[in-house]
């Protein structure tokens, strides 16, 4: 199989991987703390090697196909691919990715902003959305207004984009923190809860437990609310958060 440069891009030109980001170049100073790709070196692409890609571009909101994937690996002189962020990438995937990192690396002057105007009780949290390249910050009341001051402090204003939350980060650490001081009654009654977190985009507590029957799910819902939390079975799978 034999892909050129471009006709692996625009596979999924609707993402729009080779427009340039809206606000130029980075900040000199910003730009010299952005990590660097490093040399990707062809190696065979086993079907781990394959699965550890395609995740990590799920992760990132590129293209996420298994001939795609296997081309980058065998192939990536080819391609002028490197190696960054956990995937092998190609050169607008990696200015773009590189660009979004950039932008969660700002996060901070959102939690700053939260503390000082004392609006921990309506946040319900920031989060990047890798797909559509802008960050999403979340307030459950006066959302508009909010952003607006924000707007005016974050570095990157255009890549902020504003949503309703249907509970804020206090409400939902809160139930995580109930569920933590529930946890022995839990047991006795034969609930295993394995871990939780929680989920920001989704505005829920994901709980996990060992094993989940139709009555442990009801009993975690009647106790720490229903439209407040997640249940499934299993260990919590690892995501990325914030970044």
């Known amino acids: 199989m034999t892909f050129g440069t ?19 170049e980075m900040p000199a100073d910003e730009a010299s703390t952005a990590p660097a790709p490093g040399p990707a070196a062809a190696v065979i692409p086993g079907p781990d090697a394959i699965l550890r890609q395609l995740e990590a571009r799920r992760e990132m909101g590129l293209i996420a196909d298994a001939d795609v994937v296997a081309e980058l690996l065998l192939h990536p002189d080819d391609h002028g691919a490197v190696d960054g962020f956990g995937a092998y990438l190609l050169p607008s995937e990696w200015a773009r990715v590189r660009e979004l990192w950039m932008v969660s690396q700002q996060f901070h002057v959102v939690d700053d902003f939260v503390r000082q105007r004392r609006l921990d ?22 959302a508009e207004l909010h952003m607006a001051e924000l707007r005016a402090l974050f ?11 249907e509970h804020s980060l206090t409400e939902l650490i809160a139930v995580q923190q109930e569920l933590v001081s529930q946890l022995d009654d839990l047991q006795a009654e034969g609930i295993d809860v394995a871990t939780s977190s929680i989920d920001e985009v989704a505005g829920r507590v994901d709980v996990r437990a060992s094993v989940l029957t139709d009555a442990a799910a009801t009993e975690l819902a009647r106790r720490l609310g229903a439209d407040r939390i997640r249940v499934e079975q299993g260990p919590l799978l690892s995501t990325w958060s914030r970044s």
Do not use: C, N
Request: glycine content about 8%.
């Open 155 to 165: 570095p990157y204003p255009e890549r902020l984009t504003v949503v309703i939350a």
């Open 121 to 142: 009780e309506v946040f319900g949290g920031v989060w990047m959305d890798w797909t559509d390249g802008v960050a999403r910050v979340a307030f459950k009341e006066d």
């Open 6 to 24: 471009e006709s692996v891009a625009q596979q999924h030109s609707d993402q729009d991987l080779t427009a340039e980001p809206p606000t130029g």
